[in-house]
């Protein structure tokens, strides 16, 4: 895999002064959850150069508004009632991109390395001659538990820390509940606004308690930002009175009760924390 990361010279690339690269350079880039603020100031420094982008839809606008005057935007996420594009087309068209000698940012939401497809759009860059990088970016989850004034891991809640995509509910079968039912951990649940309700029956069912703490976020890091802190037991109750929407988070674990007495923790939340 190493071998397909041609890279890219940082020293030499300041701001304002894009490195030649006559053979092209893709550069994919994490915008991190949403927020323009949050992003690391090597990827403001790629969208600042770039001459085409290729986004999808957990791009904020604030973030797409620093791109150039002129530069080239392919949208690639879904958009409502439709299917994204297929990935073999989006490599297709980074690869074509770079063929013709342009610097191509591909920006994903969060960081590109965590459920990002990144490993796919690497391989379809393999046979071009383009310089090719990854612009790590900051995690939803990390962004999450900050904007809820907790942290990730603790020493005395959590040892460690797993990030699973609830996709896994759909289609590789049932989640292994006994292995991710742990109490020296934190869970942090990817794409499974969906699958709240089975999240917790599968839990409880491997012998989490049902007042284990659990926290919903949607749009963290955004002015719309929402979150819903509850328990195993009453989470789909709350969920199905007070709707999130989409992009959501899900961290199940002991630190979710330290919003209870964190001075960080935001005062005003859709329901109380018990
Ligand atoms: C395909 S994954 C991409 C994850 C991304 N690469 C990252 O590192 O955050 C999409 C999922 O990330 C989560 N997500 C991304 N941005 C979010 C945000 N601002 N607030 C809450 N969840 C978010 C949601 O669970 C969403 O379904």
């Not at 610097?103 to 969060?110: D, I, S």
């Not at 996709?167 to 951990?185: I, K, S, V, Y």
């Amino acid at each position: 895999m190493p071998e397909t990361v041609r890279g890219v010279d940082h020293a030499g690339a300041g701001i304002g002064t894009p490195a030649a690269c006559p053979q092209g350079r893709v550069s994919l880039v994490g915008a991190g959850p949403g927020a323009a603020d949050l992003l690391t100031l090597r990827a403001a420094r790629r969208i600042a150069e770039a001459e085409a982008v290729v986004y999808d839809r957990l791009v904020g606008d604030d973030v797409l508004a620093l791109l150039p005057a002129g530069c080239e935007r392919y949208y690639v996420g879904k958009a409502r009632g439709h299917h994204s594009v297929p990935q073999a087309e989006i490599g297709a068209l980074l690869a074509r991109l770079a063929a013709a000698g342009k610097r191509v940012v591909r920006l994903k939401g969060g960081d590109p390395g965590v459920f990002g497809r990144v490993g796919e759009e690497l391989a379809a860059l393999a046979a071009t001659r383009a310089e090719v990088e990854i612009v790590p970016g900051l995690t939803a989850a990390s962004a999450a538990v900050a904007a809820m004034g907790i942290p990730l891991t603790d020493r005395a809640h959590a040892q460690q820390l797993r990030f699973v995509t609830a996709q896994l509910c759909r289609e590789q079968g049932t989640p292994d509940w006994a292995a991710l039912a742990r109490r020296d951990e934190t869970l942090v649940f990817y794409m499974g606004l969906s699958k709240v309700a089975a999240i917790c029956h599968g839990l409880r069912g491997a012998g989490l308690p049902n007042d284990w703490p659990m926290m919903l976020i949607s749009h963290a890091s955004l002015p719309e930002q929402q979150a819903l802190v509850g328990t195993l037991a009453d989470m789909p109750a709350r969920l199905a009175e007070s709707p999130l929407p989409s992009p959501c988070l899900i961290v199940v674990g002991s630190v979710v009760a330290m919003t209870h007495t964190s001075p960080a923790a935001p005062t005003v939340m859709p329901t109380s924390v018990e």
